[in-house]
């Protein structure tokens, strides 16, 4: 079902979106671009596009799979994915499972504190305002959305976590915390949206116990690591190696 490429509807800090023949529809290609730090550090990283949009592909197949609804329809080439057009919601929904980050950064709470249950936190999707977190009574009081929606990104949050959670400790990967964006499709039905990879989700290796080179996501990028690429490699390769497992 390959779609016409048509205009630029809006680019972000690692993907394009582009208008298609189908108005119900996006093509979405995911760039070599990575920032951090609210874009103020920069860099380009051969294959980081092709790496995200695959992961993000068999990860939305897979939530799929297990009755969860998301943007992605098809892969239209390694880097370019055929999406449901929708209105994304301007939150960040992000649930940890392991503090660190900014958790650590803005509360007591020691690193690797195992939060059971899962912390969800929200924040407002603003560069300009530094995605600022919200407490529900300011949520509420934006008004971005209805109270069922709110409740059901909850709901579907906690569900991505459990399922996620399984499917990568199976791969001897610990899920720290993934961030997560919603939408509404053309015919109003709450879906995932943006992407799910380690742009946005923490992997933490769980055959290393050293905190540093255990770290398999954009932390490397962020603390200036190195080996951006292989480790985003290595979770494509957890995946595929389970993929093939099953077929
Ligand atoms: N995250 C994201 N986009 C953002 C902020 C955070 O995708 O703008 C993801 C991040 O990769 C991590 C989780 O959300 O998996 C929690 O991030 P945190 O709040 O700890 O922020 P950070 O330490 O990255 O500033």
């Known amino acids: 079902m390959n779609h016409i490429r048509g205009s630029l509807i809006y680019e972000g800090k690692a993907k394009r979106v582009f208008e298609c023949d189908n108005p119900e529809r996006v093509l979405i290609e ?3 671009d990575a920032t951090a730090f609210n874009a103020k550090k920069r860099a380009e990283i051969a294959g980081k596009g092709r790496l995200n949009c695959k992961i ?5 197949e897979l939530l799929e799979l297990n009755g969860i609804s998301t943007h992605f329809l098809a892969l239209q080439s390694e880097t ?3 999406a449901d057009k929708v209105n ?4 960040e929904v992000v649930i940890r499972n392991i503090a660190t980050g900014s958790l650590c950064r803005e509360t007591p709470i020691n690193q690797g504190t195992i939060l059971n249950p899962p912390l969800l936190d929200f924040y407002y999707k603003d ?3 530094g995605d600022p977190i919200l407490t529900e009574e300011r949520l509420k009081l934006l008004n971005l959305i209805s109270t069922s929606h709110l409740k059901e990104i909850e709901k579907v949050t906690r569900s991505v976590n459990k399922i996620l959670k399984e499917y990568f400790d199976a791969l001897d990967l610990l899920l720290v915390d993934f961030k997560l964006e919603f939408g509404l499709n053309s015919s109003g039905k709450l879906v995932i949206a943006d992407e799910i990879s380690p742009d946005n989700c923490r ?6 116990s ?7 996501d954009k932390d490397r990028f962020r603390q200036d690591l190195g080996g951006v690429i292989d480790a985003y490699e290595e979770i494509l390769k957890r995946i595929e190696k389970d993929t093939s497992k099953a077929t």
């Open 203 to 208: 992997f933490w290796d769980k055959k290393n």
């Open 56 to 60: 993000s592909t068999a990860l939305f």
């Open 80 to 82: 370019l994915m055929i």
């Open 210 to 216: 050293d905190p540093k080179d255990r770290i398999l």
């Open 88 to 91: 994304v919601i301007p939150l």
């Open 127 to 129: 560069d300009e305002l």
């Open 30 to 32: 995911f760039k070599n």
